[in-house]
């Protein structure tokens, strides 16, 4: 668990994907949560929705970070992860590359 915050090591393919798509469902989770929940709380609402989404931000990069590294691809490609619709076809092909270790 202290790892997965962490950008250096390795990420084989079951982490990749247990992560990602952990983090999704949380997302999910927490938008639900702040729509019924949150939401006549204004302020509140929206710094809870901010860090929880920094943090899955700063958790997916990391993964891919290091799956990236697993994969033995340039880190340079981690910048795929902000272009829209880019990043989920990039995300998906991450995941499947064999790990050349």
């Known amino acids: 668990m202290k790892k997965y915050f962490s950008f250096y090591g390795r990420a084989k393919r079951k982490e990749y994907w247990t992560v990602f798509l952990g983090a ?3 997302a999910l989770l927490t938008s639900l949560f702040y729509s019924v929940i949150l939401l ?4 509140l609402s929206f710094l809870v929705s901010l860090i929880i989404k920094l943090l899955l ?3 997916i990069l990391a993964v891919t970070a290091r799956r990236l590294r697993d994969a033995r691809i340039n880190l340079w490609f981690l910048l ?3 272009v829209p619709f880019v990043n989920l076809i990039a995300a998906i092909v991450w995941g499947y590359i064999k790990s050349k270790k």
């Open 24 to 26: 999704i469902v949380l």
């Open 80 to 82: 795929l992860s902000f």
């Open 40 to 43: 006549p709380i204004v302020e």
């Open 57 to 59: 931000i700063w958790l």
